[in-house]
């Protein structure tokens, strides 16, 4: 029972590296989305997705890129990484976005770190 | 004004004590409220889920929502130290006066709580 997997747990880059952190879900779910976690910000929503083939941006979307060409992954591009990106990423998937109630499980987060 | 504003705390209480958390949001079209628990360096996990106004209680956890005010609590009785965690408050909304992405969640910054033995 695997849930929301993101892998790698810790990372350091240096600026101007790219690099994708990878979400695997094995619950069929149809929603998944990518957040960042800053002292004193809170959860920030990057990009969704309700559907493989189908993303949208979130609050915080500048310097991310998604894809989701399958029902179970998820991955998320940083093209050029810059000191502003260091953050805890979680990934997170619901049974449905279409319900509104969109009860969401989360990863065990990835901390990236950028010199 | 934030859509969902959450004191960040620290709130220290002792073993035993009746705890309260709370959020207030200023969305009128929010329906959906959850409370989520993040122990440290982990991802959050659910820990209640409440439609529209009323109470609803598991063990030693009750949620509430009051609509009226616009405002959300999480009451833990009998505290324990294993309850040491972030807590976060979240919550989405539908329909034509929802002016957000429907469906998404909106969370608070999170409660950091400690219960000390």
């Known amino acids: 029972n695997a849930g929301v997997t993101q892998t790698p747990k810790f990372q350091v880059l240096k600026t101007g590296q790219s690099m994708t952190l990878q979400c695997a879900q094995d619950?069929?779910?149809?929603?998944m989305s990518w957040y960042r976690q800053d002292p004193g910000m809170g959860l920030r929503l990057i990009h969704y997705?309700?559907?493989?083939?189908?993303?949208d941006q979130g609050e915080v979307p500048n310097g991310y890129n998604v894809s989701r060409s399958t029902t179970e992954d998820f991955p998320l591009r940083l093209l050029s990484a810059a000191p502003s990106q260091t953050s805890v990423y979680f990934c997170a998937s619901s049974y449905s976005f279409a319900l509104a109630k969109n009860i969401q499980y989360f990863g065990a987060g990835t901390r990236l770190s950028v010199l | 004004q934030k859509e969902v504003e959450q004191d960040p705390g620290p709130l220290s209480v002792p073993e035993g004590a009746i705890v309260s958390l709370n959020c207030t949001y200023s969305n009128s079209a929010f329906q959906y409220f959850m409370w989520y628990r993040q122990y440290s360096r982990k991802g959050p996990e659910l820990l209640m889920y409440t439609y529209s106004s009323g109470n609803k209680e598991d063990g030693r956890f009750t949620a509430q929502v009051d609509k009226s005010s616009k405002y959300i609590s999480l009451f833990i009785r009998d505290s324990q130290p294993s309850d040491s965690a972030t807590y976060l408050c979240a919550m989405s909304g539908e329909g034509r006066n929802y002016g957000g992405s429907q469906g998404n969640l909106i969370f608070g910054k999170g409660t950091k709580l400690s219960v000390k033995p």
């Open positions: 619950m069929n779910h149809e929603y």
């Open positions: 997705s309700v559907g493989a083939g189908i993303t």
